[in-house]
């Protein structure tokens, strides 16, 4: 789940401090060793060393990769789909081109489609989401949001679904907990700009969720 942000922009009490870069943002970026990591006699031999070894940050990198895009995705379920998908294609031959940090970004794009994808086929042929789904989905949204149990994986999806322009604003001021003033502040944004996108997706949101249907354009 995105860090809640306190009102200097730092991360609150307890929160991990996200401006300690790692390496996939550094440039350029110190990749690793990863040759013998990514090599085994099988996707599931591979699965188990990355897993006992985090140095290829692959936490991190979902977790980067959701709050840049503004995805309401559990993380564990990102990390579990990228730690398997890294495996496989581990598998098949990894030597280092493209570049370790874009093609463990790529992995976890694709597993972010996949899982996006899988979210909209379960809610579209009436799939109802076990009970520990339903409780990572409704952790994505914020209890001021007041969206009822039953309809946060569909609330997840039809945000999901949004242009990217609104969800950014929202996710980082809604879910992560910055003000109207410290966004526009921070990512050079006129106020009245920001604040039309974010009432522009907030009545978008409502009434798709209102509306409780997928659309034929839902789709990844």
Same mark, same amino acid.
């Given at each position: 789940m995105a860090e809640r942000e306190d009102g200097a922009g730092n991360p609150a009490a307890g929160e991990p401090d996200a401006r300690k870069e790692p390496w996939f943002l550094r440039e350029p970026a110190p990749e690793p060793e990863w040759r013998e990591l990514l090599r085994g006699e099988s996707p599931r031999a591979i699965l188990q060393q990355i897993c006992a070894d985090e140095s290829l940050q692959i936490v991190e990198l979902c977790e980067h990769r959701l709050a840049e895009q503004a995805f309401l995705i559990h993380p564990d379920r990102l990390v579990a789909r990228s730690l398997a998908r890294v495996a496989y294609a581990a598998?098949? $031959?990894?030597? $280092?081109?493209? #570049?370790?940090?874009?093609?463990? +970004?790529?992995?976890?794009?694709?597993? @972010?489609?996949?899982? =996006? %994808?899988?979210?909209?086929?379960?809610?579209? +042929?009436?799939?109802?989401?076990?009970?520990? %789904?339903?409780?990572?989905?409704?952790?994505?949204?914020?209890?001021?949001?007041?969206?009822? /149990?039953?309809?946060?994986? *569909?609330?997840? @999806?039809?945000?999901?679904?949004? #242009?990217?322009?609104?969800?950014? /604003?929202?996710?980082?001021?809604?879910?992560?907990? *910055? %003000?109207?003033?410290?966004?526009? =502040?921070?990512?050079?944004? /006129?106020?009245?700009?920001?604040?039309?996108? *974010?009432?522009?997706?907030?009545?978008?949101?409502?009434?798709l969720v209102e509306d409780g249907k997928l659309g034929e354009e839902d789709v990844w």
């Open positions: 598998a098949l $031959g990894y030597g $280092g081109d493209p #570049p370790l940090a874009a093609w463990l +970004t790529g992995c976890v794009d694709q597993s @972010i489609a996949e899982l =996006l %994808s899988e979210d909209i086929e379960e809610e579209r +042929t009436g799939v109802p989401p076990e009970e520990e %789904s339903l409780r990572r989905y409704q952790e994505l949204i914020p209890a001021e949001v007041g969206i009822a /149990p039953e309809l946060s994986r *569909l609330t997840c @999806i039809q945000f999901n679904t949004l #242009p990217q322009a609104l969800r950014i /604003p929202f996710f980082r001021i809604v879910v992560t907990g *910055l %003000s109207i003033e410290q966004y526009a =502040l921070r990512y050079d944004r /006129p106020i009245d700009e920001v604040v039309r996108q *974010l009432d522009e997706a907030t009545r978008r949101l409502v009434l």
